[in-house]
């Protein structure tokens, strides 16, 4: 059982910054591939980023390559989400999730743990 905490969400105006983390329990933080992931109102939740369990290896949305950057420390049990020059359609609630996998998958279905989700408003 894996639970997940996000902080770091609220509100910017275009062209700024946030940090989100994704905080774990459990000593088997190591074992999941991780991903955050987004979801607008009236939209379907889409992938945002994902990261290896060692952390060696990151995937990015087309829509936020550049910009975005995941990372995570093993030691801390933590998950981050680096988010620059944020553009108003960045709006949106996100979520961390945890799978039990080798590799990053985008695909929100097969993610075994999900987070309550933090709010992230961007103002143009």
């Known amino acids: 059982q894996v639970q997940l905490v996000e902080s770091g969400g609220g509100l910017v105006q275009a062209g700024g910054s946030l940090r989100l983390s994704c905080a774990a329990s459990?000593?088997?933080?190591?074992?999941?591939?991780m991903g955050w992931f987004r979801q607008a109102p009236g939209k379907e939740r889409e992938f945002v980023a994902g990261?290896?369990?060692?952390?060696?290896?990151?995937y990015y949305a087309d829509s936020v390559k550049g910009r975005f950057t995941i990372s995570r420390d093993n030691a801390k049990n933590t998950v981050y989400l680096q988010m620059n020059s944020l553009k108003p359609e960045d709006t949106a609630v996100y979520y961390c999730?945890?799978?039990?996998?080798?590799?990053?998958?985008?695909?929100?279905?097969?993610?075994?743990?999900w987070g309550q989700g933090t709010q992230v408003t961007v103002s143009s």
């Open positions: 999730a945890a799978d039990w996998s080798i590799v990053v998958v985008r695909d929100t279905r097969a993610y075994d743990y």
């Open positions: 459990g000593r088997t933080f190591s074992m999941y591939a």
């Open positions: 990261i290896s369990r060692s952390g060696s290896s990151t």
